[in-house]
């Protein structure tokens, strides 16, 4: 569950009018789609009326269409392809990046924040494309106002929120929401979440927002959608710091990013193509909304200094983590001597000596130890056989790094705390990087009543102390077995959900070829038959009037007779442009045979159904249709039908539509009928 703060006084901060939120038009079009009869025709017109948000809705649209497609360039298709809440939700994100790009909060920079959120609007599309989590468009919009609490907080408290910036940037060690929370009762990640919702996003959109806030370790189950979701807004966040951050500074943030997107299953050479896309992507998104970004070069090139970093890491980076030792494995050469290394015997340093020849390949070791004397020794010991280790000394901060640095192997020295260590143990293993993790014991008892207790714990192996550099050695050599194994099973998991996911696209996709009608783009009789079914059992339970409609083009076998059936299909497709034109966003229209049409209206009853029809036949009646050198006016005949008592079936509701458009070509075609007894508009 998302943390929440109070109710009442998030009304209070909605009164006030100070919470950052939508003008002009993105305001009327969040209010126009807030209604449930609005028409895509109506929608366009107010978009129209802003060329600017009409550039920045088309390249969206034209974002998430696919290859092989053709490019979109009108409003009416990118609404088509975007849907109503994408559009909604973009209106607001544009409005508000353009009428909040500067305030009175002096330490907050409007500038790189906006940067950073559109770099993290186009990430999060990119990575939630690539996996399959949720819709581009609507991930786009998730990205750019994941963060929109911090904008909050510097526009209601300009003066209160600058000092909080200025603590946190001299007390770096504690967290922004802290620091936050202590001031105004409330964190950014909070009143974000909260905004969100209130401005209708899906919850399981908010959930990751709130959730991906503090980089830290996902908590939400394997393969769920909350979890993809909310990794990839911490790989998006760190795609912005990475992106605004000086380039001598980068590789840090480049080792972050790639751990972050391994979460993911990215490997290395997918991580460098989706930057190298965003960042041209961002550079494109900035031009047209005038915010700032810059050329990036290419990140392969990033990647192999930050490869060559981790093997030399600088004073610098050692001294940003005071609490731990952090290094890198050393050539076997550089054994540890007596000199160099007073805490290890002469028993130790001839087993170091055999260890060194040992040829084993690089695995990450976390030593939880806080005694030198242990540490030391072992730490030269794994060093000069070849692996990755860290030192934490401190309990407190072990289970938090291990979660961070995902060690293959933990060795934890059982006397860390007072209670043994079992805190630590069920911590990690309470998580999902925890549960592969090979752990290791250091410890002085080697009782029964102890070693049932800590494999019980889900310790993998007890070593006593004091320890013996062979027998450790061995025993690593068993979890390196292990440690492979369940990185082979993730690989080979993570191989059959790809294969799964790329089969359920393209299920989805013969799907939608086989519902849909290729000449007009309207679904077919098939999938019409499905929602119908859909729709009048939610009209059971609900108790909600359904009505259909079925159209029919008046005089079309002798269009096709005098001009052929190439005129016929540009006929039938104009048709269908200017109907769309005029239905509404919950309706389902479909090419049912012919020159025949059918159309569902939920939630309407008779006399509103009459009104839909009578738009229809009027734009059909209204429409220029023109076919090479032939310039036709056409007409329609519709019959209608609302669910009563008498109508006990969906067949049965079709029929009494088609009823009504048998009483309407006999009353000289071009008008709307019903076979119920309820007054019907005629044509002209």
Known sequence: MTPTIDTARFEQLKASNDLPSPKGVALAIMRLTSQDDVSMAEL????????????????????????????????????????????????????????????ACEAFDYSRYWSACLVAAVTTQAVCMRKRAAAPDETYCLGLLARVGELALATLYPKEYAGVLREFEARPERELTQLETARFGMNHAELGAAMLADWGMPRVFTEAAYHSDSLGDCRFPDGSRERTLTEALMVARTMGQLCLTPEAARPPVMRRLLQLSSRLAFDEKTTIDLCDDVAREWVDWGSLLNVSAEILPPFEHLTRVTQADEIAPTVVEAATQPAMVNVVAVAASQAADPATNPAATSAQQEDMS?????????????????????????????????????????????????LDYEPDIMIVDWRLTSSGGEEFVGAVRGTRIGRGMFVVILSDRND?????????????????????????????????????????????????????????????????????????????????????????????????????????????????DAYGHEVGDSVLRQISDA?????????????????????????TPLEAAQACAERLRQAVEGAQIVSGMLNLKLTVSIGLASRDNSIGDTEALVRRAEQGLHLAKQAGRNRVSSSQPRPHAAGA
């Open 44 to 103: 366009a017109r107010i978009i129209r009326t802003d060329p600017a948000f009409v550039g920045r809705l088309v390249k969206a649209a034209n974002g998430v269409i696919g290859y092989g497609r053709r490019p979109i360039a009108s409003v009416q298709d990118a609404l088509t392809v975007l849907g109503m809440p994408a559009v909604r939700t973009m209106a607001l994100g544009f409005s508000l990046m353009t009428n909040y790009k500067s305030g």
């Open 579 to 603: 109907m769309r034109q005029v239905l509404r966003a919950h309706d389902v229209v479909a090419r049912t045979g012919g020159d025949e049409f059918l159309v569902m209206c939920p939630d």
């Open 448 to 560: 029964e009543e102890f070693m049932v207790r800590v494999y019980g714990l889900g310790v993998d192996d007890v070593l006593p102390m004091p320890v013996s550099p062979r027998l450790l050695l061995a025993r690593l050599d068993a979890g390196k077995r292990v440690t492979t194994l369940h990185s082979e099973i993730e690989r080979d998991r993570e191989e059959i959900r790809h294969f799964a996911a790329e089969l359920a696209v393209s299920n989805r996709r013969l799907q939608e070829v086989a519902m849909m009608d290729p000449l007009t783009g309207f679904p077919n009789r098939r999938f019409f038959v499905d929602r119908l079914l859909q729709e009048w059992a939610a009209s059971t339970r609900n108790k909600r009037p359904l009505s259909c409609v079925m159209m029919d083009v008046d005089n079309f076998r002798a269009i096709n």
């Open 354 to 402: 055999v260890a060194a020849a040992v040829t084993t390949p690089c695995l990450n070791v976390l030593l939880a130890c806080a005694d030198d004397a242990v540490s030391a020794p072992l730490k030269q010991l794994l060093l000069n056989t070849g692996y990755d280790v860290a030192i934490v000394c401190d309990v407190g901060m072990a289970a938090e790094y291990a």
